[in-house]
């Protein structure tokens, strides 16, 4: 995958993908991240790619022409690389549409992506109105800019990517991979200040394991977000448990109010 990220600020971008999983991925060929600086598309002498609102108001805005010329440099040519289909171009707004895993899994099936950090106030309008072709927000507030969101959603996209991360498996049963919470892990020493590890897990029987790990990711995602379990595809033994537990959830609630 080939992701192009537009920004103002591509130093950012350095550190965090300059080690283990991902320098990896990188180096092998895996993943090719480019960095375009906004400003190198501006064709004035102080390189301006923001200015005053239109009507008044805080802060400034970021311009159309730096944006859409990068965007169009970037992408030239290039569209058939997703199989004939556009080369998504993802603006990070807290307006956008809600990043969540399903929306990550969606984006991996892209060979590349376009991402566009703003600054300051946002963005003048015609950008979202006729340059992109999709808006993400990773969530209900606002940041400084769009540097951190893009390395949320590149992360994201990225450990999905088959061969990036060490097993396969790992994002398998990763917390909201299948629209639950994962189960609690533990790991060497088997007592800690007392703290024992469940037993079930020292067993060594696979197919308990297997029912204390199912047990245990819906008992805490009942209890931390239960509205996942409307969504989530359960098995007749996981509604049974989700019966039994909010049975015994309402009963002793209300032997606590009696
Ligand atoms: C200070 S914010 C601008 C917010 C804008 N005035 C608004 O109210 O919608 C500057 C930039 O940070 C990025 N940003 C801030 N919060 C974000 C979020 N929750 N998700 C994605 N991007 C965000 C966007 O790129 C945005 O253009």
Redesign the pocket.
């Known amino acids: 995958m080939r992701i192009d990220v537009l920004t103002l600020f591509p130093q950012l971008f350095e550190a965090p993908f300059s080690f283990g999983i991902f320098k990896r991925a990188i180096d092998n060929g895996l993943v090719e991240l480019a960095l375009h600086n906004i400003r190198d598309y501006t064709h004035d002498r102080h390189h301006t790619a923001d200015d005053y609102p239109y009507g008044g108001g805080a802060?400034m805005v970021?311009k159309p022409e730096p944006i859409f010329e990068a965007v169009e440099a970037v992408v030239a040519g290039t569209d058939t690389d997703n199989e004939g289909g556009r080369t998504p171009v993802i603006?990070?707004?807290?307006?956008?549409r809600l990043?969540t895993q399903p929306v990550a899994n969606e984006l991996a099936q892209y060979k590349r992506l376009v991402l566009?950090?703003?600054?300051?106030?946002?963005?003048d309008e015609r950008v979202r109105e006729h340059l992109v072709t999709d808006e993400?927000?990773?969530?209900?507030?606002?940041?400084?800019?769009?540097e951190?969101?893009?390395m949320v959603v590149i992360d994201a996209v990225l450990r999905l990517l088959p061969g990036v991360l060490g097993s396969e498996d790992s994002t398998l049963e990763d917390s909201h991979a299948g629209g639950l919470l994962e189960y609690p892990q533990y790991t060497r020493p088997a007592d800690f200040r007392g703290w024992q590890v469940p037993e079930v897990l020292l067993s060594g029987n696979h197919a308990e394991i297997e029912r204390w790990r199912r047990e245990q990711i819906i008992r805490r995602t009942l209890e931390r977000r239960p509205e996942l379990l409307d969504t989530a595809e359960l098995g007749r033994e996981d509604r049974e448990l989700v019966k039994r537990l909010t049975t015994r959830r309402s009963k002793d609630n209300k032997d606590r109010e009696l």
């Open positions: 802060g970021m603006l990070l707004t807290p307006q956008g990043f566009i950090c703003g600054h300051y106030e946002g963005f993400i927000s990773i969530g209900d507030y606002v940041l400084t800019g769009g951190l969101p893009a």
